[in-house]
């Protein structure tokens, strides 16, 4: 079922935002444009989806200069097993929109254009983003001529050697193994010149099972970063799950303590993201972590999600968790699903839970995870349900702050957060960048975004939507324990998570009937 999350997007012509001032004051500001200098410097970006009917990925790095103009960079595209990359350094342009006075935007809105052919690819790539106030991250999707549906992120890169990339990594993969709709998640230790030692891994394939953990994947030496940041390495699984043939993939450092990379081969479409795994913790047990997982139904062409929150006890038996699934339209929100077994090894980062009638509730019956134990780090989780019933969910787990007392003026507070989220499955393909905020009116909220969605699904054709004002948005109620509130717009209900201030991951859990029920994306918050 193809659905427009907020479907009056695609009817707006204009968005009603500010410029980078502070929405909370209740006064309006001027019609202005944010200073070319608020992007400048080094980029990482990876983004993933659909060109539109086939899997496709996207990993690069460009170099802004802080006047408008893009001056070196380079770019990995992997079109349904097709590589193309630049053959010169990456140059064009990008600019800040201009958009009426309003109420809403810390952040800014804006648009690049990349002026190289970039191997078999039809038109030059453009692409829309959302960047932060302080000009390190941003979200990103495409909206060149090439109708790519395709969602990630931007982050601003350090000069980087192997040397100084070297240390213990949690690493997700996703996408596309071969046709087969796959996660894996483990970690890795990357040495100081690209040998990998102490790897392991699970992986689940939608429809087929799960296996791990593997200490037994095969993955050739990092090469050396470039200037633009970018080496290669390769990875054979080597799992009972598929006769998987070694992976080629393109990386891109970010920073000593994060990369990330695009499958380069014929083999599959997958992306990577790699996190730090600083001193593993002794214990997985939390008051509070939060979970966003999206995956694929056994039937591999539609979508579920889920989001929640998992509490863990220090004696791992009898932990809980509360969430909310929407697996193609048909939605489960549980109160406290029964976690009676928890096993963890100190040595890894590595834990499984089981879930009392996980299946039958709208969720998987166990999972798997690997910590990262540093703080502020992102862990990452994974259906590992076996056989059939397995759906390939994964997506970031990550410890709340405020367990307890959770509020709206906490947690929703006026400088909001920028917004990205993708249809996984062809049925919902969707790609979605966003800026949440609370306007100037108590208790409403409202998101300026640009959204690109097929016409109808497998079409070949997209529509796209840029700078589309969805208002007013009503906070449903917050769970001060949970974190879990919903957000409304007319008959549209978004269920939510809070992980800290402004960072929160939520889906569509709207009712059949309302006209909005059908696939959710995951979408994820990032504080601006």
């Not at 707006?12 to 004051?25: D, E, F, R, V, Y």
Request: proline content about 4%; hydrophobic content about 40%; some cysteine.
């Amino acid at each position: 079922m193809r659905r427009v999350l907020f479907a009056s997007l695609s009817l707006l012509a204009l968005a009603w935002m500010s410029g980078c001032s502070n929405a909370s004051s209740g006064s309006a500001v001027a019609n202005t444009t944010p200073s070319p200098s608020g992007l400048s410097g080094q980029f990482g970006f990876v983004l993933s989806g659909f060109d539109p009917v086939n899997p496709i990925v996207i990993a690069g790095s460009f170099n802004a200069n802080g006047s408008g103009q893009i001056t070196a960079g380079d770019v990995d595209v992997n079109d349904n097993g097709v590589h193309s990359t630049a053959a010169a350094a990456i140059t064009g342009s990008y600019a800040f929109d201009s958009l009426p006075a309003g109420t809403i935007g810390l952040g800014a809105l804006g648009t690049m254009v990349f002026t190289n052919a970039v191997g078999t690819v039809a038109q030059p790539l453009k692409f829309a983003f959302a960047l932060n106030s302080t000009g390190t991250f941003g979200t990103i999707i495409d909206i060149s001529a090439n109708s790519f549906v395709v969602a990630g992120t931007m982050q601003k890169q350090s000069a980087l050697t192997l040397a100084s990339l070297a240390g213990g990594y949690v690493v997700t993969f996703n996408g596309k193994s071969q046709s087969s709709p796959a996660s894996a998640i483990g970690r890795l230790t990357l040495g100081s010149t690209g040998t990998v030692t102490a790897a392991s891994f699970d992986r689940s394939i939608s429809g087929v099972g799960t296996a791990g953990p593997n200490t037994t994947a095969t993955i050739g030496a990092f090469s050396a970063p470039d200037g633009n940041g970018r080496g290669t390495f390769t990875i054979n699984l080597a799992d009972a799950l598929q006769t998987t043939p070694t992976q080629t993939f393109a990386y891109y450092g970010i920073s000593a303590s994060r990369f990330i990379a695009a499958e380069t081969d014929a083999n599959g479409t997958m992306i990577v993201d790699a996190e730090s795994q600083g001193t593993i913790l002794a214990s997985p047990a939390t008051t509070g972590s939060v979970f966003g997982m999206a995956g694929f139904d056994t039937a591999t062409t539609s979508e579920i999600s889920a989001v929640g929150q998992v509490v863990i006890p220090g004696s791992l038996t009898l932990g809980t968790i509360a969430d909310d699934s929407n697996d193609n339209g048909a939605i489960n929100t549980n109160a406290a699903l029964a976690v009676p077994t928890v096993t963890y090894n100190a040595a890894t980062g590595r834990g499984t839970a089981t879930v009392t009638n996980g299946l039958s509730s709208g969720f998987p019956n166990s999972l798997v995870f690997y910590l990262t134990g540093t703080t502020g780090g992102i862990s990452f989780i994974m259906d590992s349900t076996t056989g059939a019933s397995n759906r390939a969910m994964s997506g970031p787990f990550t410890v709340q702050t405020g367990v307890g007392v959770f509020s709206t003026a906490t947690d929703l507070a006026g400088n909001g957060g920028i917004v990205r989220g993708k249809g996984l499955a062809l049925n919902d393909a969707d790609a979605f960048i966003a800026q949440f905020e609370l306007t100037s009116t108590a208790g409403e909220y409202a998101l300026v975004a640009d959204q690109r969605v097929p016409t109808s699904s497998g079409s070949t054709t997209v529509s796209t939507s840029t700078d589309g004002a969805i208002a007013p948005i009503a906070v449903g109620g917050l769970s001060a324990s949970t974190g879990r509130g919903t957000l409304l717009n007319g008959a549209e209900t978004l269920a939510f998570y809070v992980i800290a201030p402004n960072q929160f991951v939520f889906i569509d859990i709207s009712a059949v009937g309302s006209g909005f029920n059908g696939a959710s994306p995951l979408f994820l918050t990032t504080p601006d």
